[in-house]
């Protein structure tokens, strides 16, 4: 089963893990999660990508499908794995 880490670059939230069924998800799934489980406005949300370049709400399409080969974990052979993630933070 697919797991999505969701991480924050700060030291005082926690992480969660979240075992979904299937990964084909749209980025607002990734924003409302954050919003709803930390009580985060989506407006102030940032995304890390796997390029340390940020992602926020304003700048996706909420319809467009998360791109979760770019946000996957490693085995030691080189293979993805069924994990994934999210590193997140808040604009201030």
Request: charged residues 15%.
């Amino acid at each position: 089963m697919p797991q999505l880490i969701f991480a924050s670059t700060t030291n005082y939230i926690k992480t969660t893990v979240l075992d979904i069924t299937d990964i084909n998800i749209f980025w607002d799934y990734l924003f409302n999660y954050i919003h709803e489980t930390y009580h985060i406005p989506k407006d102030i949300i940032l995304i890390k990508s796997h390029k340390g370049k940020n992602i926020t709400h304003d700048t996706i399409n909420p319809f467009s499908k998360f791109n979760h080969k770019n946000f996957c974990y490693y085995n030691s052979k080189g293979q993805t794995t069924q994990t994934y993630l999210i590193n997140f933070d808040i604009r201030i």
